[in-house]
C-alpha cells in the first residue's frame, strides 16, 4: 500500500515552460487536494476534487489547472511557469464522505522556476 | 470568516520538559479537529483528531491535545519532550457538514533544546 505517490521529486523550469505534477492514490479516496508550501509559510489550497469528474477552485488557482478522469489520479497542470510558482507542492487524499478521515499527504514535488 | 489561528511562530523547550503547541479556531457548530506534523522535506503525517466525546484525546509519538468548546482551542501537548520532536505542526479544521473543507493553521515550529 503505497499510499499517497508524487512525481518528480524535484524539477527545474524556466519561465513560461509547462509541466504537469503527478498525483496518484492507491487508498479508493474520493476527495484529493493540491496544496503549495512556500517557504518558511503555511499551506496554501490550489485545487480540490471529490470525486472523479468533479474540482474545484482553492485559494490560489491562478496559473494551473487539475483533472480528475480516475479516482486515483490527480494531476495538476502548470501553464507559462512564473518564478512566482516557485514553491513545494504537496498533493494529499481523504476518504470520501467522512469528515473526520485525516488527510493522507504525498512528499512533495520542489519545484524551482527560473 | 472561518479560521484557525496558531499565535507562535515557534516554541522553544527543552528536552524532558512538557510542551505545549497552541491552537485557536474561528468555525461555526462542532467542527472536527486535527494536528499534523511535517518533518524536513516530507509531507504532513497526521497526529491526531477531535470529533466528539472525552475532550483529552491521545494520537502518535506520545502527543495528546485538550479541546476546549468554551474557548475553542485545541492545545496540543506532550509530557516530556524529545529532540526527535522537532518539526513544523499544523492545526486543521473542518467545518461541520463541510467534509469537502479543510481549514490550516500557518504552522508552529517546535524547536527541542538537548
Known amino acids: 500500500n503505497a499510499g499517497v505517490t508524487q512525481t518528480p521529486k524535484f524539477r527545474i523550469l524556466k519561465i513560461g515552460q509547462s509541466m504537469t505534477l503527478q498525483c496518484t492514490q492507491d487508498m479508493n479516496h474520493n476527495y484529493m487536494y493540491w496544496y503549495r508550501q512556500d517557504p518558511g509559510m503555511g499551506l496554501k489550497l490550489i485545487y480540490y476534487?471529490?470525486?472523479?469528474?468533479?474540482?474545484d477552485k482553492g485559494e490560489v488557482p491562478n496559473g494551473y489547472n487539475v483533472s480528475r478522469s480516475t479516482t486515483e489520479d490527480f494531476p495538476l497542470r502548470l501553464e507559462l511557469a512564473a518564478p512566482s510558482q516557485t514553491s513545494v507542492y504537496f498533493c494529499?487524499?481523504?476518504?470520501?464522505?467522512?469528515?473526520?478521515?485525516?488527510?493522507?499527504f504525498g512528499n512533495g514535488t520542489r519545484l524551482t522556476v527560473t | 470568516a472561518q479560521s484557525v489561528a496558531q499565535p507562535e511562530d515557534q516554541v522553544n523547550v527543552a528536552e524532558g520538559n512538557p510542551l505545549t503547541v497552541k491552537c485557536t479556531y474561528s468555525v461555526s457548530g462542532n467542527p472536527y479537529l486535527f494536528w499534523y506534523v511535517q518533518y524536513p522535506n516530507r509531507g504532513l503525517q497526521f497526529l491526531l483528531k477531535y470529533i466528539t466525546g472525552d475532550n483529552l484525546v491521545k494520537g502518535s509519538y506520545g502527543f495528546e491535545a485538550e479541546f476546549n468548546k468554551s474557548q475553542t482551542s485545541f492545545h496540543l501537548k506532550k509530557p516530556s519532550a524529545l529532540v526527535s520532536d522537532s518539526a513544523l505542526y499544523f492545526c486543521?479544521?473542518?467545518?461541520?457538514?463541510?467534509?469537502?473543507?479543510?481549514?490550516f493553521g500557518k504552522g508552529t515550529r517546535l524547536h527541542i533544546l538537548p
Open positions: 494529499a487524499s481523504r476518504g470520501g464522505g467522512y469528515y473526520n478521515s485525516p488527510l493522507h
Open positions: 486543521a479544521v473542518t467545518p461541520q457538514g463541510r467534509d469537502d473543507k479543510i481549514i
Open positions: 476534487s471529490v470525486g472523479a469528474g468533479i474540482t
